[in-house]
């Protein structure tokens, strides 16, 4: 127990707010277990239908993103900028008014237009004109996952954490298991598995505004309103569509270039790495409010500590899990795929996973840029980062293959990654805790190669992770004991 107390007494999350540190803990908990349907999806299309069915799935996937961030309008981001802290009930609720409205409407048009001409959208999704039913099912679930996330947003505004959560966790584990018992036994197939997904999301939506009938009233909002959103969100939809095109759009030029089957097996790679995207994540929904908060509040100096926990915190977790990642990547693999898909592990998952640390880098930048309204800058950044990732995906996937991919995202990341990070602290002097990355680092490194030594004494998977978790947290407090005593020596 002292051990477990050592640890967290080094992250002030974990001591200056009990109920801040369960937040965190419960939501990036959630947040892997969540992840972990990707990855129940994964062997169950790949196994029962192929890697080219997950080929197709993953194009589905890519659209859908594409879909919601056309809806959404980035509403969400500004949902979060403008009312963290705001306890006016009215004001909120012409906020979320505006917000749904705004989803409604885009999404009518856009399904209307899908039914009149969906040859021409199955040919842009998947290439593939005899999808035209499939493509109308992706964007139906896509404009219902739009309207979730928005009505969604409105429990994290007002705090409702353990609520938010609830409820994702009830959907997600919901359609996974229709998606399961209908493929496994009822021999579904792709379409079924979205249409699952969209049933849910309607489901969802209808629970919220049950749980909110109470306290949420549609109501109309003011001009002033309308165009302090737009103003800040769509400038911001700039970034994301770009981020879009570093993260997904190497997928459609792989099945432009090398077929769908490709996509199939780069993707089933690609999605064990998010672990990180994931687990950043979970620590960016509790964080991002409460930095808001604080430079709303002008308490730069609270602002400061917290931003430096923030960055401690995460990188406590990612750096261990991208380094167990690296090393156990190919008989995860096995497990979760088959050995096609597993031969690629090594020219994938290393350059991904770097990318997601990369990406938590850039998205400290965009967190300043944003404190500033400066959302121009980030669409600067990712403007280059795209042009670039789209150059490299094209100049290396003909001679690298699928490795090609997963490079060129890794270059475009580091390089927006490097652009937002030293832009970001002319504006606000954040400071990095070097003595705890010096420590996080040192005993990530040295965690990996007890693993990958381990691995030679061990075949079995679970001992490894176990021996990699337990190395970690051991070596953490000793290198951060030494470390300790050589900066006293240093001063006497």
Not at 8 to 15: A, G, S, V
Not at 206 to 230: A, C, E, G, M, N
């Amino acid at each position: 127990m002292k051990i477990i107390n050592s640890i967290l007494n080094t992250f002030p999350i974990f001591t200056d707010s009990k109920r801040q540190s369960v937040n965190v803990g419960f939501y990036v908990i959630a947040q892997q277990i969540l992840n972990l349907k990707g990855l129940v999806i994964l062997p169950l299309i790949t196994k029962h239908l192929g890697v080219t069915e997950y080929g197709y799935y993953t194009l589905a996937i890519i659209s859908s993103t594409f879909l919601m961030w056309l809806i959404s309008m980035g509403l969400t981001s500004a949902q979060i900028r403008f009312l963290s802290g705001e306890s006016n009930t009215n004001i909120i609720n012409k906020a979320f008014s505006f917000s749904i409205f705004n989803v409604l409407f885009i999404s009518s048009i856009i399904i209307i237009i899908s039914i009149l001409f969906n040859q021409i959208f199955s040919e842009i999704i998947f290439q593939n004109k005899s999808l035209g039913f499939f493509s109308v099912v992706v964007v139906v679930f896509s404009a219902f996952e739009a309207l979730r996330l928005i009505l969604f947003n409105y429990f994290r505004i007002i705090k409702k954490i353990k609520l938010y959560i609830g409820l994702e966790l009830i959907m997600h584990s919901g359609a996974l298991l229709f998606i399961i018992i209908f493929i496994t036994f009822l021999k579904a197939n792709i379409i079924h598995v979205f249409i699952i997904q969209a049933s849910f999301s309607i489901f969802a939506s209808i629970s919220v505004f049950i749980l909110l009938r109470k306290t949420f009233r549609f109501s109309s909002p003011s001009l002033l309103l309308i165009k302090s959103y737009y103003q800040y969100s769509i400038p911001l939809m700039v970034p994301t569509l770009m981020m879009w095109i570093i993260t997904r759009f190497d997928k459609i030029i792989l099945n432009s270039l090398l077929g769908v089957k490709a996509v199939g097996i780069y993707s089933a790679n690609f999605n064990f790495p998010r672990l990180l995207e994931a687990l950043f994540s979970g620590f960016s929904f509790i964080y991002e409010p409460i930095l808001y908060g604080l430079w709303n509040s002008f308490d730069e100096d609270r602002l400061r500590k917290t931003f430096q926990s923030y960055i401690t915190t995460a990188l406590f977790f990612a750096f261990p899990m991208y380094s167990g990642l690296c090393i156990l990547s190919k008989p995860i693999m096995r497990i979760f795929s088959n050995e096609e898909i597993a031969s690629h592990t090594t020219s994938i998952i290393p350059f991904v996973g770097l990318s997601y640390i990369m990406y938590f880098f850039y998205g400290l930048g965009v967190i300043v840029f944003l404190f500033h309204k400066k959302t121009f800058v980030s669409s600067i950044f990712t403007i280059v980062g795209a042009i670039v990732n789209m150059s490299l995906n094209f100049l290396l996937i003909p001679i690298l293959n699928i490795t090609g991919a997963s490079v060129s995202m890794l270059i475009s990341y580091t390089i927006i990654a490097s652009l937002s990070f030293f832009y970001s602290k002319k504006l606000f002097a954040y400071k990095l805790d070097i003595i705890s990355f010096i420590t996080i680092l040192f005993s990530a490194v040295l965690m990996s190669l007890f693993v990958y030594i381990s691995t030679f004494i061990w075949d079995k998977l679970f001992i490894n992770i176990v021996i990699g978790i337990c190395t970690y947290f051991l070596l953490y407090i000793i290198i951060k004991k030494i470390i300790e005593n050589a900066s006293k020596l240093a001063f006497l």
